[in-house]
């Protein structure tokens, strides 16, 4: 069987979307070697007439033309959005069966999201008309998590597919450089960690919240604490916030492992947008306590009964939150490698591997 993968991000790009990619990619190239073709629509050129005429994906045209110059050569097409969702129908007018891999209500995403990118929002009619059309006509949908599915069926109906799987999220096949010690000693004093890509809107709206409604909280419950920030492209406002508050800003970290290895919490403060927020695993690896927004816990449902994972939506629930894992730690002398063995259990490349080649299966079975 020949495979033609479609992504939505670089995979070898060190951020969520390139990672989630990447994971998908090593999972079909581990189970199908040598029969896999990989195109990245943010690679492929396009023109503004593609635009005017509705077609908000830059590959529209030029994958038709991809695909009718090679007819018969691939029998599943596996595509990374929904924002491509008007090219599905076109794919399998070629014979070709869909997988469309659902990595965010892409309307709900871009709306909270808004940048030049999306105009502002202003692409919002084409977003929903695309992802309603992946969503409905995709041989198989694929989800990061339960909400997604859910948000989806009660805005677009049924679909065509008879195999809507939640697949969730887990890390591509390379091992961690990340050694956790057997035994942890407990810190002296507790620092907090917030991680991602610090130029993206979610990140900045995020911090902005934590900024304005919950940091006075966070000082109080651990005055001595550090609040230790990091990831890529850190503009002159977040540089500006850290200088003033206190904060420590590590910007473009060479691995990301290294700049949060003696934190002890990891702190989300993401409250827009959809899909899985991958930068809580993070946190994750290395075994730290999780406190989370609750827009950002969509998908970690299965950590949500956890004492090491508390998710906050108002002043109340933050500081509860961060009480209820200031005891966790305090009872743990292992805390880490509790947490790390629930990570690997759910996240590592094995465990995700199983759980999309058991989906992508229902579709193997049909061709």
């Given at each position: 069987m020949k495979i033609l993968l479609i992504t939505s991000a670089d995979i070898?790009?060190?951020?969520?979307?390139?990672?989630?990619?990447?994971?998908?990619?090593?999972?079909?190239?581990?189970?199908?070697?040598?029969?896999?073709?990989?195109?990245?629509?943010?690679?492929?050129?396009?023109?503004?007439?593609?635009?005017?005429?509705?077609?908000?994906?830059?590959?529209?045209?030029?994958?038709?033309?991809?695909?009718?110059?090679?007819?018969?050569?691939?029998?599943?097409?596996?595509?990374?959005?929904?924002?491509?969702?008007?090219?599905?129908?076109?794919?399998?007018?070629?014979?070709?069966?869909?997988?469309?891999?659902?990595?965010?209500?892409?309307?709900?995403?871009?709306?909270?999201?808004?940048?030049?990118?999306?105009?502002?929002?202003?692409?919002?009619?084409?977003?929903?008309?695309?992802?309603?059309?992946?969503?409905?006509?995709?041989?198989?949908?694929?989800?990061?998590?339960?909400?997604?599915?859910?948000?989806?069926?009660?805005?677009?109906?049924?679909?065509?597919?008879?195999?809507?799987?939640?697949?969730?999220?887990?890390?591509?096949?390379?091992?961690?450089?990340?050694?956790?010690?057997?035994?942890?000693?407990?810190?002296?004093?507790?620092?907090?960690?917030?991680?991602?890509?610090?130029?993206?809107?979610?990140?900045?709206?995020?911090?902005?919240?934590?900024?304005?409604?919950?940091?006075?909280?966070?000082?109080?419950?651990?005055?001595s604490s550090r609040l230790i920030i990091t990831g890529k492209g850190p503009g002159e406002a977040m540089k500006e916030y850290a200088t003033r508050n206190g904060i420590v800003l590590v910007p473009n970290p060479e691995n990301i492992s290294e700049a949060l290895k003696n934190c002890s919490i990891y702190l989300c403060p993401v409250n827009v947008g959809s899909g899985v927020k991958y930068r809580i695993l993070d946190g994750l690896r290395l075994g730290m306590p999780i406190l989370t927004h609750a827009v950002s816990a969509r998908g970690y449902d299965m950590f949500a009964d956890k004492p090491w994972f508390q998710s906050y939506h108002d002043a109340e629930s933050f500081e509860k939150g961060l009480k209820s894992i200031l005891d966790y730690i305090d009872q743990h002398d292992n805390f880490r490698g509790e947490i790390v063995q629930e990570y690997q259990s759910v996240f590592s490349f094995e465990a995700g591997d199983r759980r999309f080649m058991k989906a992508f299966s229902n579709l193997d079975k049909h061709i």
């Open positions: 070898s790009s060190l951020s969520g979307g390139g990672f989630a990619n990447r994971a998908f990619y090593d999972s079909l190239t581990t189970h199908y070697p040598d029969s896999v073709d990989v195109i990245s629509y943010l690679r492929v050129g396009g023109k503004m007439k593609s635009f005017l005429r509705g077609k908000i994906n830059r590959i529209y045209y030029w994958l038709l033309d991809y695909l009718d110059q090679r007819k018969g050569m691939y029998q599943v097409c596996v595509i990374n959005s929904g924002l491509l969702g008007d090219l599905v129908p076109e794919i399998q007018k070629r014979g070709i069966r869909v997988v469309t891999i659902h990595h965010n209500v892409e309307a709900v995403f871009q709306m909270d999201c808004k940048s030049p990118l999306t105009l502002w929002g202003l692409t919002s009619w084409f977003v929903k008309r695309n992802e309603k059309k992946a969503y409905q006509q995709s041989d198989l949908n694929i989800f990061l998590s339960a909400y997604d599915k859910d948000m989806m069926q009660k805005r677009y109906g049924p679909t065509a597919s008879q195999h809507d799987v939640v697949v969730g999220v887990y890390v591509p096949q390379e091992p961690s450089q990340t050694k956790i010690r057997e035994a942890y000693e407990k810190p002296i004093t507790i620092d907090v960690a917030i991680s991602g890509c610090l130029y993206h809107v979610q990140t900045e709206l995020g911090i902005r919240d934590f900024a304005q409604h919950y940091e006075h909280l966070y000082r109080k419950v651990l005055p």
